[in-house]
């Protein structure tokens, strides 16, 4: 090896030597960011704790659980129903922060769930619905995404009925008797209240005990009820959703009683 070659090559091993002392230097940095990121966070100090983690971020970009956390703080300082400028703003960074984790981890199911319950409380309600959705592919086993699909596609048929019934001076109560009126809502309403009842029923399939899930079988009979033709048909309906909504109450009263009984003993 002559002398031009050998300076090359100390060289070089000097460079990746200093490289990787580089690296680990500042793997360490995000750590100890990390670290001073949690505490705050735990604390409740929302705005240290994101500069810690941005300063984890940028010392260690791959440092998933800096992005989790960082996106989640955010999530924390959004106000749900407010919509001052600002507030909006930190909500779209928590959006930003979870989406960027997905590009990382596409099955990561705490941003895929954060998201959806993030968009839900923005009252976007298909893009959360299009999260719960994958919430559920990621998470097939857990109940909490069919109930809030069955949840949104309450929310969706609700809505339009009594916008309709508000339009034609009706009370919520009352029944639709205008048939191009009640049919058109009901080639549009229908189709939601199937797919929510399945999803509801998917949930009640892992919890047998869903007493909220059976709440809303009810609200969905009901608008049903609204959508048929005769009368007989709508008692049918709003029959079947008292029969669920005295099943979730008497869930209800069971697990209080039950509570009561467990407070009474420790006690």
């Known amino acids: 090896m002559n002398s031009r070659t050998s300076n090359a090559w100390v060289g070089g091993v000097l460079l990746a030597s200093l490289l990787l002392v580089t690296g680990g230097c ?3 940095k995000a750590r100890d960011e990390m670290r001073k990121g949690v505490e705050n966070y735990t604390a409740g100090r ?8 941005k300063i984890a971020l940028q010392a ?3 440092l998933l659980n800096a992005q989790l956390y960082l996106a989640t703080t955010y999530t924390n300082k959004y106000v749900p129903g407010s919509e001052e400028e ?5 909500a779209e960074q928590a959006i930003t922060e979870f989406q960027a984790v997905l590009q990382k981890d596409p099955n990561n199911v705490a941003s895929i769930a954060s998201l959806a319950n993030l968009f839900f409380q923005m009252k976007r309600l298909d893009e959360a619905k299009e999260y719960y959705r994958k919430q559920i592919a990621a998470d097939p086993a857990n ?3 069919y109930y809030m699909v069955g949840v949104i596609n309450w929310s969706q048929v609700y809505q339009p009925r009594i916008v309709l019934k508000t339009r034609l001076r009706l009370k919520p109560e009352d029944p ?9 809502l009901a ?3 229908n189709p939601l209240i199937d797919e929510g009842m399945d999803m ?6 892992l919890r047998p005990d869903y007493d909220d899930a059976m709440a809303y079988v009810n609200l969905l009979y009901r608008e049903k009820a609204d959508l048929v033709a005769t009368p007989t048909e709508r008692e049918e309906f709003l029959k079947t959703a008292d029969e669920w909504i005295a099943k979730s109450l008497a869930i209800k009263k069971k697990r209080q009683t039950e509570e009561a009984a467990k407070q009474s003993e420790a006690s």
């Open 26 to 28: 500042q793997r360490l």
């Open 46 to 53: 929302y705005d240290a704790a994101i500069e810690n983690f």
């Open 60 to 62: 260690d970009p791959e």
């Open 86 to 90: 600002n507030n909006l703003k930190i």
């Open 143 to 145: 109940a909490g995404g």
């Open 176 to 184: 639709i008797k205008d048939v191009k009126e009640r049919e058109a």
């Open 187 to 189: 080639e549009r309403n």
């Open 200 to 205: 509801l029923n998917k949930a009640m399939g």
